[in-house]
Structure formats: structure tokens, C-alpha cells
């Protein structure tokens, strides 16, 4: 039973499987399509929501030193994703990846991980987006019929009707092609980068230094007995990290880790990029380092523009400037997010239905969803159901429920990606890579370690819910998954491997 858990796809075969043409998805974006679609979700909750958080909370101005730790967490990973979408060109990503050097248990794992990660994605992003709308609506004389706004800090019964209208509008674009999405994308990510580029400049005009001081704040400890409120760290050692201090930036860099996901988004594209193995480092690669240095920027002008202990949770750009007496800016920054948030939403979509349309078409989940539509070449079944699941959840759900979930996701795929290029490196060195991972397996073995280290300082309450989905996950695959996998069934002779152009 062992062996055939743990058995391989050759990547060959994966990519034979992309040729059959119901279950073919069109290849039609470039390099600059894909680092567009890697900034339109990088930057995003990340600048305008979560930067006031940490700043207040954990790290002070020193919250830009959180970002370039998260950042350089994130390249190390990035550098094998790169690898791994240059050489096995298929939708699904780490999943996928996982699928050529692990075996399909680990794959069935990474992508139900995946799932998880991509739709509460989608939810806080469009919790946030939802928030958003109602404060420029507010500032209009607007205001949103009690039960039908944002739930977030609320008690009563409501559904955030606007976060779920985004995903369903959201999810009939991204079925109508991904040319269509591409384009949308360019024109909101030109909007969002102005944005940001507005506030860098403006701002770094009304930074005083006295709001630099302290740069890294008095540590304070963690209050003792919180057991699932503090990181897992106090639960493995017997203590807690101290919030602000160096501790603390790394507590940040846990929590900002959000903010940067999206380059592996952008991996789930690889069968639809005209030529992935040129393209998918570039846009990977660069996508991560333009938002790395802006969100660098950002936090450094913020924290200077305004003292930490004061920044504003909600809206931490828009109401520094309001505080410094510039309240057109603040309107401009809330526009600015609201445009933005909306590409993060997408493109979280995009990944999650590649990555389930991948397993489908690998038999792991029903085959029914595998199949592309006619006329868009799009996986438009995958799409319609994710987008309805998500839009409920994004309407009943508040968003602090769901942040962290996402984090720890994210993470655990980096580590399974990694792990993997050291494998396949070993297991099938024959393999053409067009982009090749420097140093192997110092870099992979190092990006092991950053995600395992700002795993462990999640919160533990993080980890049970967790450990919960991925229970579930194994409930699925032995119920299901196990032997309706295509992969089996080719092994006893009920499916004969694809040979190219055609279904089998």
C-alpha cells in the first residue's frame, strides 16, 4: 500500500495530459501578463490593511525590516518555484510539483492545502475590499442597510453582500478567459502601482523624524496563559516571544507573510503561458521583487509620516494622511485600495480553480470538473462552483477568522515545494531545466527553514484548525481519491497512459 502512495507522474506524462483536447487550456500569456498578474495580487491587503496592524502591535517602524525578512523568506522559495514552473509546465502548481518528485499522496495533500489557502484567500480579500467600499460610500452619505455591510467586530446576524457580489462578478470574468483577465488585471495593477507610488512620494514630504524613535520598539512580553492566543513557539519551549523588540519583527514578519503571497499564483498559470519556461521565472522573480521593494517603501514612509502607537488598523495609509491635515489623499488611497484589492481577489480565484481542475483531471477529485469549456477554454465548472462556495464564505465570515489560516497554508506549500526540487534534482537529473535553482540544496534547505521558522510563530490556534482541514483531506483521498486516481487506474490497465492530442 505504501508504494502506491507514494507513487510518481513523470513529468512527461503530465505534460502529455495537457494535450487532450477537453481538458487543454489555451496558452495565451506572456511574460509581462504574468509578473502584471504576480504584483496585481502581491500588492494588496499586505500595503493597505496589514501594515498598521504589525506596526502597532509588533514592530513599530521596524516594520520594514518584518517585510524584508518575510521578502527574503519568499525568495528562497520563489527561486525553487522558478525551477519547478520552468520544468513541469502544468497547472497546479505546488501540487503538480509535488505530484513529479514526492508521490500522490504528498500531491493530494499540498493540494488540498492549496484549496484551502486560495478560497480563504479570496474571502479576506474581498472582506477587506468590502470594507473599503463602505468607507468611500460612508464619505459620500451613503451608508449600507444594517445586517448587508461588513461583519468584522460585529455580533448580530449579517452577510457582507458586497464581498460576495465581487467574487461572483469575479468568477464570470475568469470564465469568460484568461486574455480577458490579463487585460483587467493590467489596467487595475497600473491604477494600484500609481496608488502606491503617490503615497512613497507624497508622503516621504511629510516624514518626521522623531516618529523613527525608538526604530525598534521596548520589547513587552506576552501576556502568560494564553496558550492558543500565543505563537506555538510557548506551547513547544515553555515561552512566549515578546512582542516589539527583535522578537517582534520576526512575529511581524509571520503576520505581513500574507501580504506576499501571490508569486505562487502565478505558477498555477504555467499551462496557460505561451512559453513557461522563459516566462514563469521572470514573472515569479520579478513580480516578487518590484512588491518587495514598494512594500519596503511604504512602511518606512507610514511609520515616518505617523507615530506606531498611533496608525490605524482599518485603513493605516488612508488616515495617516488624513492625521498630517492631507484628507484628499486619504480619498485617493481608499479609491486606490478598493480598485486594487479587487486583482488579489481574482487571481487568489485563478489559482484555486487550477489547482482543483489539476487534481481533476489527475482523478483525485471528480472528472467532471476537468473538462474546459467549448468555446473559452477555461475550466469553467471548477470556476462557477469555487466562486458560489467562496462568495457565501466571504459574506458570513469576519476576516480576523481567517487571515492566519492562510499564512500557514502558504508556508507548509513552500516547504513541500523545496523539498521537492531536491528530490527530482536527484530522482531525474536528465530533466531539461530552462531555469535552474543556484546552490542546491543549500537554497532549498534554507527556504525549508525561514517557513518552518515563521510557522512556528503563528498562532497554536492557527495549527489546530490546521491540523483539522488536512484531517479531512486524508478522510477524502482514502474514501476517494485513492482509487479513482488516474494514475492507478493506468497502473492496473483500466486507462491506457495519454499519448498526446487526443483523450485515451
Known amino acids: 500500500m505504501s508504494s502506491t502512495l507514494f507513487r510518481t507522474k513523470k513529468v512527461e506524462q503530465s505534460i502529455l495530459d495537457t494535450e487532450e483536447p477537453e481538458h487543454a487550456l489555451k496558452k495565451s500569456l506572456s511574460a509581462l501578463d504574468l509578473t502584471v498578474f504576480g504584483v496585481g495580487v502581491i500588492i494588496g491587503t499586505g500595503i493597505f490593511v496589514l501594515t498598521g496592524t504589525v506596526a502597532k502591535d509588533n514592530a513599530g517602524p521596524a516594520t520594514a525590516l518584518a517585510f524584508v525578512a518575510a521578502g527574503i523568506a519568499c525568495a528562497l522559495a520563489a527561486l525553487c518555484y522558478a525551477e519547478f514552473a520552468s520544468t513541469v509546465p502544468v497547472a497546479g502548481s505546488a501540487y503538480t510539483f509535488s505530484y513529479a518528485s514526492l508521490g500522490e499522496l504528498p500531491a493530494w495533500i499540498i493540494g488540498w492545502d492549496l484549496v484551502l489557502e486560495f478560497a480563504l484567500g479570496t474571502a479576506v480579500v474581498a472582506v477587506g475590499w468590502s470594507g473599503y467600499i463602505q468607507s468611500l460610500m460612508e464619505n459620500a452619505g451613503w451608508v449600507m442597510p444594517a445586517g448587508l455591510g461588513s461583519r468584522e467586530g460585529a455580533d448580530a446576524f449579517g452577510f457582507d453582500i458586497l464581498a460576495a457580489a465581487l467574487v461572483l462578478v469575479l468568477t464570470g470574468i475568469l470564465v469568460l478567459g484568461m486574455k480577458l483577465s490579463a487585460r483587467i488585471t493590467s489596467i487595475v495593477v497600473a491604477i494600484k502601482v500609481t496608488v502606491v507610488l503617490v503615497v512613497i512620494i507624497a ?14 520598539p521596548k520589547e513587552q512580553p506576552v501576556e502568560a496563559g494564553a496558550s492558543l492566543d500565543s505563537p506555538l513557539i510557548q506551547l513547544m519551549f515553555g515561552w512566549a516571544p515578546s512582542n516589539f523588540g527583535v522578537m517582534g519583527i520576526f512575529t511581524a514578519a509571520s503576520v505581513v507573510f500574507f501580504a506576499f503571497i501571490g508569486f505562487d499564483v502565478v505558477a498555477t498559470a504555467a499551462e496557460e503561458t505561451k512559453n513557461p519556461q522563459r516566462d514563469m521565472p521572470r514573472g515569479i522573480l520579478g513580480s ?34 488624513k492625521a498630517t491635515g492631507h484628507p484628499w489623499f486619504a480619498g485617493f488611497i481608499s479609491f486606490g485600495a478598493a ?12 489559482g484555486q480553480t487550477r489547482v482543483f481542475f489539476a487534481m481533476s483531471r489527475d482523478g483525485l477529485l471528480p472528472r467532471f470538473f476537468s473538462h474546459v469549456h467549448p468555446r473559452f477554454k477555461t475550466p469553467h465548472r471548477p470556476t462557477i462552483l469555487l466562486g458560489v462556495i467562496i462568495a457565501i464564505l466571504a459574506g458570513f465570515t469576519p476576516l480576523t477568522e481567517l487571515a492566519a489560516l492562510v499564512n500557514i497554508g502558504t508556508l507548509f506549500a513552500f516547504v513541500v515545494v523545496a523539498i521537492g526540487v531536491i528530490i527530482l534534482r536527484k530522482s531525474r537529473p ?14 532549498p534547505i534554507l527556504s525549508v527553514c525561514a517557513s518552518l521558522w515563521l510557522m512556528i510563530n503563528l498562532p497554536a490556534e492557527t495549527w489546530v484548525r490546521f491540523a483539522i482541514w488536512m484531517a479531512a483531506g486524508f478522510l477524502v483521498y482514502f474514501l476517494y481519491g485513492r482509487t479513482h486516481s488516474r494514475l492507478a487506474r493506468r497502473e492496473s490497465g483500466e486507462e491506457q497512459p495519454s499519448v498526446g492530442g487526443g483523450t485515451p
Open 203 to 216: 508622503g516621504a514630504f511629510l516624514i518626521k523624524g522623531d516618529n523613527y524613535d525608538p526604530f525598534i
Open 288 to 321: 516578487l521583487l518590484i512588491c518587495t521593494t514598494l512594500y519596503v517603501l511604504v512602511s518606512i514612509v507610514v511609520t515616518g509620516m505617523q507615530h506606531y502607537s498611533e496608525l490605524s488598523v482599518d485603513a493605516p495609509l488612508a488616515d495617516a494622511f
Open 339 to 350: 480598485v486594487g484589492l479587487t486583482t488579489v481577489c481574482m487571481i487568489l480565484l485563478l
Open 430 to 443: 536528465d530533466l531539461p531545466r530552462a531555469f535552474r535553482t543556484p546552490w542546491v540544496p543549500v537554497i
